[in-house]
């Protein structure tokens, strides 16, 4: 049964600081960008960047943020944005990059809830990534480690796109198939 509260209550906000993984970009209107994020406090949300937070704002960053935080909004407020940590390939090496944006789009499905212990798990396999000799590898073992960490049943080594997109499917009945620009890398996998 929902619950009623006074109006007053709806227009009260908070401020959040907190870390978060940038998923999804959006452009809205001229300078300003819909971010979705996925933050260690918060969860998943969406929130409006304008002006000059663009420039922190490409999807894999690792940021710090602050949030306005206004309940029962679909979109909230980023009143600032810096980076966590910069990483030493993703955004510089073309060869490196699909690996990122592949994680990211993944990552876009499964996360929802705040969870701080995933979130830091998540970050330090984003950086062992973008740092990973054989990413092929350290990809989809992440993310066979990840289904594990949801609640799902990760498939069997040796690993493989398709084994482990079919184990996400099982878990998640929403689960729509990926199909980032990123899956070439993955070609014959």
Not at 29 to 37: C, F, P
Request: charged share 20%.
């Amino acid at each position: 049964m929902a619950t009623l509260h006074p109006y007053t209550y709806a227009l009260m906000s908070y401020e959040v600081k907190t870390r978060g993984i940038v998923l999804r970009r959006y452009p809205f209107r001229e300078k300003s960008w819909i971010l979705r994020l996925y933050t260690e406090s918060e969860g998943t949300l969406s929130v409006l960047a304008s002006g000059r937070k663009q420039a922190v704002a490409l999807p894999g960053a690792l940021v710090h943020v602050t949030l306005r935080i206004r309940p029962h909004r679909e979109i909230q407020r980023l009143v600032e944005m810096d980076w966590d940590y910069i990483y030493g390939h993703f955004f510089h090496d073309l060869e490196r990059t699909p690996y990122l944006l592949l994680a990211i789009e993944w990552l876009s499905q499964c996360l929802r809830a705040p969870e701080g212990d995933l979130f830091q798990w998540l970050r330090n396999q984003l950086i062992a990534l973008d740092k990973a000799s054989e990413p092929r590898e350290a990809i989809l073992r992440m993310l066979a480690d990840l289904l594990g960490r949801l609640g799902g049943m990760p498939p069997s080594p040796p690993y493989t796109f398709s084994k482990v997109e079919e184990a996400y499917q099982h878990a998640f009945p929403e689960w729509k198939p990926i199909s980032s620009h990123s899956l070439i890398t993955f070609a014959g996998l």
